[in-house]
Nanobody, 123 residues
C-alpha cells in the first residue's frame, strides 16, 4: 500500500519561499510523482510532475520558472521548491503518485494521494 505524507506548508509573505516535502512509503520508486493544489470550491489543478528517475519534469505555466520539483528515491521523498511566491499560490497542496514512466497532469491519472499541506501567501 502506498502512503504519502506532505509537510512544509505554512504562512509566508509574497516574494518568499517554501519547500514542500512528500514522504512516501510503498513501491513509489518506480512511480511518477506529482504536486497539485486546490482551493475551496475550485478544481484541483496540476502544479508539477517528475518521472521515476528524475529524467523528466513538467510544470504548470503558472509556476514555471518559480518552482522546482525533485525527488530523492533513496529517501523516498519528493520535494517542491517554491520561490517568488504570490498570493495566488495560496492553496492546499497535494502530493500524488501513480505507476508508469510518463508525466501526467490530470488528477484522475493518479492513484494515490496525500492529505495535503496548506500554503498561504500574504500580500
Amino acid at each position: 500500500q502506498v502512503q504519502l505524507v506532505e509537510s512544509g506548508g505554512g504562512l509566508v509573505q509574497a516574494g518568499g519561499s517554501l519547500r514542500l516535502s512528500c514522504a512516501t512509503s510503498g513501491r513509489t520508486f518506480t512511480s511518477t510523482m506529482g504536486w497539485f493544489r486546490q482551493n475551496p470550491g475550485k478544481e484541483r489543478e496540476f502544479v508539477a510532475a517528475i518521472s521515476w528517475n528524475s529524467g523528466r519534469t513538467g510544470y504548470a505555466d503558472s509556476v514555471r520558472g518559480r518552482c522546482t520539483i525533485s525527488r530523492d528515491n533513496a529517501k523516498s521523498t519528493v520535494y517542491l521548491q517554491m520561490n517568488s511566491l504570490k498570493p495566488e499560490d495560496t492553496a492546499l497542496y497535494y502530493c500524488a503518485a501513480r505507476s508508469g514512466r510518463d508525466l501526467y497532469i490530470l488528477p484522475r491519472n493518479y492513484d494515490y494521494w496525500g492529505q495535503g499541506t496548506q500554503v498561504t501567501v500574504s500580500s
